[in-house]
């Protein structure tokens, strides 16, 4: 599955993964930013936010066709609206839309193929994101392949005794959330057998250090570079 | 007979680690699950709980550390069972469950490892040491930033007793240890249990890992307790082998 | 409708990210309030669980299968608060993970789908559980579902993505099949569950607070209309046959148009707050 990839890709050794995530996650934002702002006529600056990531993705030693077909996903959506724009005679805008939506996409596809969910979750924690959107973010994404694969597993045993129906789906869907709910009450119990008390101990921040912020100055600098003279 | 968990005279001898009279459980729709058992078991002792599914004994481990609460009397290392002291029990009767799934649900082995000892009190530095230690101990020091998904049932199980080691118990709960494990990984989970010093129930149906780990053996019949000796002999007395 | 990065303009995501922020602390902290840390296995089991069932197919015809979306079906069963929790949750592994949905957007999407979704679940369950379960959850998944796409869409058309007066007019009814079609899958999915073990989904709340969930939603309902509305706006024909846009007027009466919307929205609160306490005395 998709994200199973990029959870591969996550656990390299590259200079990239091992920067803070706080430091990725603040270049990430600067970048989307820059980009979103940057008017659709300069053309020049698309293409060098283009080798701004492809460069970023090969110092993280990452497959930059694999990240470029992960963010093309999103073109069928774009290219809809892209194409309604060009008609509408806006051809440059139309072009900025596709480009800006499919460089978004690399630019996230970068953070989290190089920094593990645990790294960006604790960096969106430490800049105050309530602590319980995290815990249930960090749970959601635990169990969200174990659940996706009973419920294929489910499909295909029910597959196997007659035609796909909408009764079927349902029923389906029924039994999925009732183990659902008493896997909770396992992890629950599995809570509480190791002393679990009421509340998550939270993780104690490393500092940034001096590589992290160089880094992001570079990105910084050229994000804003480019926004500026292209 | 129920006793009273507040009794001031211990019901014990001083080295039982656990020990259990008369204890009851029904559950929310009426059945009647546990109906009055009695058990002990000393320290450094293994015990086995055989019996058909649905008998009762995965109903009756959970008491042992206070996940479930009937009626009756239960002591662990000589401390009664009341609410007072399920924090400080907790501590002492570390429980392997059968779903290593359900067990292992912090997004990486380390953390997940680490959420006893960091619920203990102890500092997150202290905490992760303790963690990798135990990791090493059973083998899995490679995995420390591994999401549990990625481990196999064998691993998962063996980091699964590592959160538990981690706690520094008296007890090992282990509730049908080898279920999903194929001949290899049952083998060396077996080496790792056998190489741990505490005391041990072990809820199975594998009689050859009973024979392997215990010298004792409970049998369970529909809440009660049907049988009990030398786990050699209750096997035979039971018909309690897949062949 | 999962907004990608790139198609809002910068005062609509800025503004929704701003929006949205606030927001969701209040229903995290809403949520623990109810709960502390102890259903945290279950909101994160719960959101994993709608990620699987949103790939069930639930076929509605020759060659055509509807998905759950899953919104109502969590407001239903969890309360508004986890619900909303759990959907942003989702949404922010989304648009990270999955490239589904952008990340300057998603205080847009979180605002439509985990906020204004969630929203008129829970009022449309609040106001018609009474009277019909049934129909009261038909209701909240399609007014969640019709809701958040339409706050979409205006959002889109707000930034400026043109749009010709078909595509607006197939938009809705697309939106108008899938919100059918996800009240009825909804429905089906509830009554499986129930089925299985009635304690899982909670009842409806007593009759005495109809009158708020009435007005709340009706507000919501013109929130949205007010929105799309605003987003055609008096030079809306212009733009819906692609002659441009009037970079000058169309800001500000964009801005007269919600003004307008939150004023009906306030006098209808109070209406119904003055309505309610008039009832209990």
């Not at chain 1, 920094?115 to 960096?123: D, E, I, S, V």
């Not at chain 2, 042992?64 to 400080?88: F, S, V, Y």
């Not at chain 3, 989702?90 to 204004?116: E, K, P, R, S, Y």
């Not at chain 3, 969930?213 to 055609?232: D, F, Q």
Request: aromatic content about 8%.
């Amino acid at each position: 599955m998709h994200h199973l990839v990029i959870d591969r890709w996550s656990r390299g050794s590259s200079s990239l993964h091992q920067r803070d995530p706080r430091a990725k996650l603040a270049a990430l934002l600067t970048f989307l930013i820059v980009l979103s702002t940057t008017r659709p006529a300069a053309q020049a600056a698309f293409a060098a936010y283009a080798v701004l990531l492809i460069i970023t993705a090969s110092r993280a030693r990452l497959p930059i066709l694999g990240l470029a077909g992960r963010a093309a996903l999103v073109l069928p959506f774009s290219a809809t609206f892209a194409l309604l724009t060009w008609w509408s005679g806006d051809s440059m805008r139309a072009l900025a839309l596709a480009e800006k939506s499919f460089l978004s996409g690399m630019a996230a596809l970068l953070l989290v193929a190089t920094t593990p969910l645990t790294g960006w979750t604790a960096a969106l924690e430490s800049w105050h994101v309530p602590r319980m959107l995290i815990l249930v973010i960090q749970f959601v994404y635990r169990y969200l392949f174990v659940i996706a694969e009973q419920a294929q597993r489910m499909r295909w045993a029910a597959l196997c005794r007659g035609r796909g129906s909408f009764g079927l789906a349902a029923g389906l869907v029924g039994v999925l959330f009732a183990r659902s709910w008493q896997r909770a009450d396992g992890i629950y119990h599995a809570m509480l057998a190791r002393g679990f008390r009421g509340r998550f101990v939270p993780a104690v921040p490393v500092p940034l250090g001096a590589s992290d912020a160089l880094f992001l100055s570079a990105c910084l600098a050229g994000c804003l570079g480019i926004r500026i003279l292209l | 007979m129920s006793g009273h968990p507040h009794t001031a005279v211990s019901l014990s001898s001083l080295n039982q680690a656990i020990h259990v009279r008369g204890l009851r459980y029904q559950y929310p729709d009426g059945t009647q699950a546990l109906n009055g058992i009695d058990f002990h078991l000393d320290a450094g002792e293994s015990v086995a709980l055989f019996g058909a599914n649905g008998s009762g004994k995965t109903t009756f481990v959970l008491h042992l550390n206070g996940l479930l609460r009937g009626e009756g009397a239960i002591e662990i290392c000589g401390l009664p069972l009341t609410d007072a002291t399920l924090e400080q029990i907790r501590s002492k009767v570390g429980v392997v469950f059968q779903d290593s799934e359900e067990q292992l649900f912090m997004p990486t082995v380390l953390e997940d490892v680490a959420f006893g000892p960091l619920n203990l009190g102890l500092s997150p530095d202290d905490a992760l040491t303790r963690a990798r230690t135990v990791l090493k101990r059973v083998g899995m020091a490679h995995a420390v930033e591994r999401a549990p998904y990625h481990l196999s049932a064998g691993e998962k199980k063996r980091v699964a007793i590592a959160g538990v080691l981690a706690m520094d118990p008296e007890i090992l709960v282990l509730d049908e240890p080898t279920t999903f494990l194929d001949p290899p990984t049952r083998r060396d989970l077996l080496t790792l249990l056998r190489g741990l010093p505490q005391a041990k129930v072990v809820v199975t149906h594998d009689a050859n890992l009973a024979r392997a780990l215990t010298t004792r053996a409970v049998f369970f019949d529909q809440g009660r307790i049907a049988g009990e000796g030398d786990v050699i002999e209750i096997v035979q007395r039971f018909h309690w082998e897949y062949s | 409708m999962h907004i990608p990065d790139g198609f809002l303009s910068t005062p609509v995501w800025a503004t929704l990210d701003v929006i949205s922020a606030p927001a969701v602390a209040w229903t995290a902290r809403r949520a623990q309030r109810d709960t502390q840390d102890h259903r945290i296995p279950l909101l994160g089991v719960m959101g994993a669980f709608v990620f699987a069932a949103q790939m069930v197919n639930f076929p509605v015809g020759p060659g055509t299968s509807g998905h759950l979306v899953g919104g109502a079906l969590l407001t239903v069963v969890l309360g508004p608060a986890a619900a909303s929790l759990v959907l942003t949750a989702i949404l922010v592994l989304q648009a990270l993970i999955f490239q589904d949905g952008g990340v300057l957007a998603l205080g847009a999407n979180i605002f439509n789908m985990a906020l204004a979704g969630v929203a008129a679940a829970y009022l449309s369950y609040r106001l018609w559980g009474q009277a019909s379960r049934s129909t009261a959850i038909f209701a909240a998944g399609a007014l969640s579902v019709m809701t958040s796409a339409c706050l979409a869409l205006g959002q889109l058309l707000i930034s400026g993505v043109p749009m010709t007066a078909g595509v607006w007019w197939a938009s809705l009814g697309l939106f108008l099949i899938s919100a059918l079609m996800e009240g009825a899958i909804t429905v089906a999915a509830v009554r499986a569950i129930e089925r299985l073990n009635p304690a899982w989904v909670g009842g409806p709340q007593p009759a005495s607070s109809r009158t708020v969930a009435g007005v709340g939603l009706a507000a919501l309902i013109l929130l949205v209309v007010g929105t799309l509305l605003a987003s055609i706006a008096p030079d809306g024909i212009q733009r819906l046959t692609g002659q441009g846009v009037d970079s000058t007027t169309w800001p500000q009466r964009t801005k007269g148009g919600l003004a307008g919307v939150a004023m009906i929205f306030a006098l209808c609160y109070l209406a119904g707050k003055l309505k309610s306490r008039r009832r209990s005395a």
